[in-house]
């Protein structure tokens, strides 16, 4: 390791992971602790505690994570006083409940008296263990959060997403309904990402914006904590013999979109790893928004990643919220927004038609998708009449419960004709489940996108209003709005009959990629901890996205496919007729 290097940590629900690249945006150093694994005497599964529908991590596992990642980097050898930043990302929406004596026992951290474990563990925390995104024990917060602001549509428009059981102003309503002893006891509330920059910085660290979004607290346009929403909370409290909520937050979340920094690291790691004492520490954000730090990704630019569930990000400067999918502000690129959408049914819903047409074709090789791909990739297999969505998962979008359904529709009108239990065969039902994902992914990410008048090439009505969701927009805005680039991830992404036919349907403009990182998260709080201290040196601040393009050799991402305006135009067609599909299941 020579030069300079720069740290990016991943505190996921299962690991914590820490990647070092060099200037060139090398890996240089990895390592891992898997919690299961590694500190198998806080018996969690998959690095969580259940109980029925209440889901939470130790927290004092994660400081044992802390040291036993770095002590592995100095036992491999790496000198980390050539460390000069660093940032990471970490699972979104847990909170951290600190105790008044914290900060005093945070500013004192020292090598020689024990481990950060030893040191914080059994004082610093008035909750031992945080609430984990799986929990699912929150409904009753979540109606009344909602309801005090005027229902979901007004809870999306305030915060970016309508109220949900793992973001962490319903989580902290619960515990001051049902532990306000514990609430009262606690002096400090963090997410788990400024948990991590406030551990690192050996002192209390704001929340970050960009990660304060998926709180169902912060007013994202006013930018500043939603005063309804935080009195609600305060409303609550049966004694009030402690700070306010918005003092245990401590105050107003750094901005997002500048390379501020939260502090240099602390001196515990100075003496106990080697770090330099003038080492940087920038401020953690969530993992998807971390996600989105690891591409070069800009304005109307989205990125598809292709799991069991199929999840949705992109960049955006149109703040067009609603409640069936989520906004945040971007953690790096001023005045945007990271939309991102989630879906139930992904490759599953996939891999069940590809099981049926390869038993109808007699193809007795488990997992083998040489025949669906092939139904896929057939243009001459005749669709265009035809429409079918999969949902063998109730679904979040659209909201409706699990169930198949095919119909034919007229060409040129986009109405419903009939509704069929079958097609010709399961050829077409390859296709079709492949292009109906894509179109739903497509007409959910138009609102997002900057217009771009005048492009569109289909002769169909286009005066028709056409309504996904709570949006009821002319078809015109669908023909008009394009992302530039496209991206794919996740293990369906290595399909490349998926994502060819994926990407004609969604239409960038300029390219489609595939990119293979399994550490994205990590990577992202890389290039983040690497812009921000470069940004601080540099006379001429770039801005991220030129930042990474700059950067980015073409070697690094494959191109599956050129913008393709034919091809697009084609899918055009059909939105009318999803609207109405979709319309006939929630009634």
């Not at 505690?49 to 130790?58: K, R």
Request: charged share 20%.
């Amino acid at each position: 390791m020579g030069g300079v290097f720069y740290l990016g940590f991943d505190l996921s629900t299962q690991q914590l992971k820490c990647l070092a690249i060099d200037e060139h945006r090398c890996v240089v150093g990895e390592q891992t602790v898997e919690f299961d694994k590694d500190l198998p005497q806080y018996e969690t599964e998959k690095g969580v505690y259940h109980n029925g529908d209440v889901v939470d991590s130790p927290v004092a596992q994660w400081l044992e994570a802390f040291d036993l990642v770095l002590q592995r980097f100095v036992d491999a050898g790496h000198d980390l006083s050539k460390v000069v930043a660093i940032s990471g990302s970490c699972q979104q929406h847990g909170s951290v409940y600190w105790t008044e004596e914290a900060c005093e026992l945070l500013e004192n951290l020292q090598n020689g008296i024990g481990s950060l474990k030893d040191q914080l563990a059994s004082t610093a925390f008035a909750r031992p263990t945080a609430p984990n995104w799986q929990d699912h024990s929150t409904g009753k917060q979540c109606q009344e959060m909602e309801d005090s602001v005027g229902g979901p549509q007004e809870m999306a428009r305030i915060t970016g997403s309508r109220a949900h059981f793992r973001f962490t102003g319903p989580q902290i309503l619960k515990i001051i309904q049902e532990e306000p002893d514990i609430y009262e006891r606690s002096h400090v509330i963090t997410l788990v990402s400024n948990f991590a920059t406030s551990l690192l910085c050996g002192k209390f660290v704001p929340l970050e914006e960009a990660d304060a979004c998926g709180m169902n607290l912060y007013d994202i346009q006013e930018k500043k904590f939603s005063e309804p929403l935080v009195q609600l909370l305060e409303n609550n409290r049966q004694y009030k013999v402690g700070n306010s909520l918005l003092s245990k937050l401590l105050g107003e979340p750094m901005s997002a979109g500048s390379p501020l920094r939260a502090g240099v690291i602390s001196q515990y790691f100075v003496d106990k790893y080697g770090f330099n004492s003038n080492c940087s520490v920038f401020p953690f954000t969530g993992d998807n928004l971390a996600t989105i730090c690891s591409l070069p990704l800009r304005n109307n630019d989205v990125l598809i990643s292709l799991g069991t569930s199929t999840t949705v990000l992109l960049v955006t400067d149109q703040y067009h919220p609603s409640p069936n999918y989520h906004l945040f502000i971007h953690p790096t690129i001023p005045d945007h927004y990271m939309g991102m959408i989630c879906y139930c049914n992904g490759s599953l819903a996939r891999e069940q038609i590809r099981d049926q047409l390869n038993v109808v074709c007699h193809d007795k090789k488990l997992g083998n998708w040489l025949s669906f791909n092939e139904a896929v990739s057939d243009d001459n297999i005749a669709n265009d009449n035809e429409l079918a969505i999969y949902f063998p998962l109730g679904e979040i979008v659209p909201s409706v419960p699990a169930t198949c359904q095919r119909v034919l529709f007229e060409n040129d009108t986009g109405e419903i004709l009939q509704v069929v239990d079958n097609f010709n065969d399961l050829r077409h039902d390859a296709k079709n489940i492949v292009e109906s994902q894509a179109l739903s992914c497509r007409v959910r990410v138009s609102p997002l996108l900057t217009p771009r008048p005048g492009a569109f090439y289909t002769s169909i009505q286009i005066n028709t209003m056409v309504k996904f969701d709570y949006d009821e927009l002319p078809l015109t805005a669908y023909f008009e709005r394009r992302p530039a680039h496209a991206y794919f991830v996740g293990g369906a992404s290595k399909n490349l009959a998926i994502v060819k036919r994926f990407s004609q349907v969604l239409g960038a403009t300029e390219s489609n990629f595939r990119s293979e990182n399994p550490n994205s998260c990590a990577v992202g709080g890389c290039y983040k901890a690497m812009w921000s201290y470069l940004q601080q040196s540099e006379s001429q601040p770039t801005n991220f996205g030129m930042f990474l393009k700059e950067r980015f050799q073409p070697t690094e991402l494959q191109l599956v496919i050129k913008g393709d305006d034919k091809a697009w135009d084609k899918y055009n067609r059909k939105i009318v007729a999803l609207s109405r599909l979709e319309q006939s299941l929630q009634h």
